[in-house]
């Protein structure tokens, strides 16, 4: 009997597994985030190892789950909330967390709705989020763990010095991805200005961009879910990401067979809910921009149409970018345009020529040094 092999590599990033891309999840870890008022009771919870059961919803539209109960409708404070953990029942607060509307409640949610939970507390949580799609927190006694139901989505939190450890470990992976996509981005833009480019150049750049960017929403989330305490992360994810989702669409429309268009938006749309392992295979992203599946990536010359090297110029609106795109034909032709030419193009006039001009000679001084400094 032969031994099965076992595959080689990642057949997923991590993030494709991660239910934070759930938008109604991403929200709920914001309402919970550290520096919120509600998380600054769930942490007193914890402290003091009391369990709760949290429903975060409209009050009236959950009465039909209610069994006793004390109505209370008062304002929203953590302590009070801390203090009403101490019973048994659960405890509603409304959608905007500004009133405590009813505290030790008897849920009882819809016995046949599946649950995959085992505890009480935790299986009435998640039967209540399915059935009525309210934010549902649901607080571990033995285990102080605190677990997030909305929806079919569930989410158990991790503790804030274990996502600052992870988050800052994911920063310095996206530094270096970074520092990649640059590279190639330097080496793409010389051999537009030599027209020397072939589409495996291009899959290259379009590969990279997307997994930095993949990166950085991974890390995004994890901001989210840090609240206050990922302020100074945020800041770094910002100054790494910069101009990077512009300058993904650019490349796409620069390369794009239908050029900028419904088919380019679509593209991109696609690139990014691309499984991760189609998104190492150059033929897949070849045949998202538009090329035949069995082309060759190091054969097939390409000329870019010159949207991305005019969009670096200063003080260069998008719309003048688009018409002279539109105009000439690709960026060789934009290169070895005269001052005349750019001058006849509706919207430019002789000051934008100019600057248009000496633009593109600044950009090619400026990559040739670039491309010094990598070696």
Same mark, same amino acid.
């Given at each position: 009997?032969?031994?099965?092999?076992?595959?080689?590599?990642?057949?997923?990033?991590?993030?494709?597994?991660?239910?934070?891309?759930?938008?109604?999840?991403?929200?709920?870890?914001?309402?919970?985030?550290?520096?919120?008022?509600?998380?600054?009771?769930?942490?007193?919870?914890?402290?003091?190892?009391?369990?709760?059961?949290?429903?975060?919803?409209?009050?009236?539209?959950?009465? /039909?789950?209610?069994?006793?109960?004390?109505?209370?409708?008062?304002? /929203?404070?953590?302590?009070?909330?801390?203090?009403?953990?101490?019973?048994?029942?659960?405890?509603?607060?409304?959608?905007?967390?500004?009133?405590?509307?009813?505290?030790?409640?008897?849920?009882?949610?819809?016995?046949?709705?599946?649950?995959?939970?085992?505890?009480?507390?935790?299986?009435?949580?998640?039967?209540?989020?399915?059935?009525?799609?309210?934010?549902?927190?649901?607080?571990?006694?033995?285990?102080?763990?605190?677990?997030?139901?909305?929806?079919?989505?569930?989410?158990?939190?991790?503790?804030?010095?274990?996502?600052?450890?992870?988050?800052?470990?994911?920063?310095?992976?996206?530094?270096?991805?970074?520092?990649?996509?640059?590279?190639?981005?330097?080496?793409?833009?010389?051999?537009?200005?030599?027209?020397?480019?072939?589409?495996?150049?291009?899959?290259?750049?379009?590969?990279?961009?997307?997994?930095?960017?993949?990166?950085?929403?991974?890390?995004?989330?994890?901001?989210?879910?840090?609240?206050?305490?990922?302020?100074?992360?945020?800041?770094?994810?910002?100054?790494?990401?910069?101009?990077?989702?512009?300058?993904?669409?650019?490349?796409?429309?620069?390369?794009?067979?239908?050029?900028?268009?419904?088919?380019?938006?679509?593209?991109?749309?696609?690139?990014?809910?691309?499984?991760?392992?189609?998104?190492?295979?150059?033929?897949?992203?070849?045949?998202?921009?538009?090329?035949?599946?069995?082309?060759?990536?190091?054969?097939?010359?390409?000329?870019?149409?010159? /949207?991305?090297?005019?969009?670096?110029?200063?003080?260069?609106?998008?719309?003048?970018?688009?018409?002279?795109?539109?105009?000439?034909?690709?960026?060789?032709?934009?290169?070895?345009?005269?001052?005349?030419?750019?001058?006849?193009?509706?919207?430019?006039?002789?000051?934008?020529?100019?600057?248009?001009?000496?633009?593109?000679?600044?950009?090619?001084?400026?990559?040739?040094?670039?491309?010094?400094?990598?070696?």
């Amino acid at each position: 009997m032969q031994d099965v092999q076992p595959t080689l590599g990642f057949t997923r990033t991590p993030s494709e597994d991660d239910p934070r891309r759930d938008p109604n999840l991403l929200r709920a870890l914001e309402a919970i985030a550290p520096g919120t008022e509600l998380r600054q009771a769930i942490d007193d919870i914890i402290r003091s190892h009391e369990g709760a059961l949290i429903v975060v919803g409209d009050p009236e539209g959950l009465k /039909f789950l209610y069994s006793g109960g004390i109505r209370l409708d008062q304002p /929203f404070t953590p302590q009070l909330l801390y203090e009403l953990a101490k019973m048994d029942g659960a405890i509603v607060v409304d959608k905007r967390v500004t009133k405590l509307a009813y505290a030790n409640v008897q849920l009882m949610p819809d016995p046949t709705i599946p649950s995959s939970e085992t505890g009480t507390r935790h299986r009435t949580a998640e039967r209540v989020a399915k059935q009525t799609g309210a934010l549902v927190i649901s607080i571990s006694q033995q285990r102080s763990t605190i677990s997030v139901y909305t929806g079919p989505s569930r989410y158990q939190l991790d503790a804030v010095p274990d996502v600052l450890a992870k988050t800052n470990q994911a920063l310095a992976t996206l530094e270096t991805y970074r520092q990649r996509l640059e590279q190639v981005l330097t080496r793409l833009t010389a051999l537009e200005f030599q027209n020397a480019v072939v589409l495996d150049d291009v899959l290259v750049v379009v590969q990279r961009a997307e997994m930095t960017m993949r990166m950085a929403e991974e890390i995004e989330r994890d901001c989210v879910e840090l609240g206050a305490e990922g302020r100074l992360i945020r800041m770094q994810l910002t100054e790494l990401v910069g101009e990077l989702p512009a300058e993904r669409v650019a490349i796409v429309i620069d390369y794009h067979v239908e050029g900028d268009g419904p088919k380019a938006q679509l593209a991109l749309e696609a690139l990014r809910s691309l499984p991760y392992r189609e998104l190492l295979e150059f033929e897949r992203l070849a045949e998202l921009l538009g090329y035949p599946r069995g082309v060759n990536p190091l054969d097939h010359s390409v000329s870019p149409r010159g /949207f991305r090297v005019l969009s670096h110029i200063p003080r260069l609106p998008e719309q003048v970018v688009r018409k002279v795109v539109g105009d000439l034909d690709g960026l060789d032709a934009i290169i070895r345009a005269s001052q005349r030419d750019l001058e006849s193009i509706s919207g430019v006039g002789a000051v934008r020529a100019r600057e248009i001009r000496e633009g593109l000679r600044r950009l090619q001084e400026h990559n040739l040094v670039d491309r010094y400094l990598q070696l």
